[in-house]
């Protein structure tokens, strides 16, 4: 950052509902912008009561005006859900203008890869094409941490969120491959990277010699400069 933020923490032992009058007053007296909620649960009273306090939190913070808001959630332990979702009620999602994903994985001890992804919006499309995921590395050693930007794509475990077309592109940059080389690279089945690149043949792919049975594989000329997310 080329500047230094003001930051000022309060400490809560309430549902924000029931604070939100003192919290407006700090808002206004200190003239902040930003309101960052650390997290969903404690904020609607506990966990037995996220499912009918999430409304509240989020019909409070929009009282307040001039302000935009960051709720830090954790995700729902529901193993039977295939994609997890934040912790309460379908109101956690609704609700939000914004909801993104963050995951993290450590390779080395000192290193944390992280990738932030966007899990729903309600922005329009065209002002999101490129921005995400957002990888950072967190890197720890004994003059302190640091934070580094990073590919997504070069750490398995966070590409696998990635979709298979973006994974596809990014790969190609890199030059022609077979499906079979596809697929042992990105650990894809075969049957889905052929799927994706015949999908998008023409406008994203291009088969190098087609009349070959294990053709090359490679990118339309605009995709070479043009990255899609």
Request: hydrophobic share 35%.
């Amino acid at each position: 950052l080329n500047f230094k933020p003001k930051l000022y923490y309060r400490y809560c032992t309430r549902k924000l509902e029931d604070d939100i009058e003192s919290i407006q007053q700090i808002v206004i007296d200190k003239q902040i912008k930003v309101i960052i909620v650390d997290s969903l649960v404690p904020a609607v009273g506990g966990a037995k009561e996220a499912k009918e306090n999430v409304e509240p939190l989020f019909t409070s913070l929009r009282s307040i005006p001039g302000t935009s808001a960051l709720v830090i959630s954790h995700q729902a332990k529901d193993p039977e859900a295939k994609n997890k979702t934040p912790y309460g009620d379908v109101f956690s999602v609704n609700r939000p203008r914004h909801v993104l994903e963050l995951r993290a994985t450590q390779e080395q001890e000192n290193e944390t890869e992280m990738a932030i992804y966007k899990f729903k919006s309600n922005l329009p499309p065209h002002s999101l094409t490129g921005l995400y995921p957002i990888g950072y590395k967190l890197i720890d050693n004994a003059l302190g941490s640091r934070i580094e930007s990073f590919d997504v794509n070069t750490s398995p475990e966070l590409a696998e969120k990635l979709p298979v077309k973006l994974r596809l592109i990014k790969y190609l940059k890199t030059g022609s491959a077979t499906v079979k080389e596809l697929s042992e690279a990105l650990t894809i089945k075969e049957s889905f990277i052929s799927m994706n690149l015949n999908k998008y043949k023409h406008s994203h792919f291009v088969k190098l010699d087609p009349q070959l049975h294990n053709a090359r594989w490679g990118l339309m000329a605009r995709e070479e400069g043009d990255e899609e997310g």
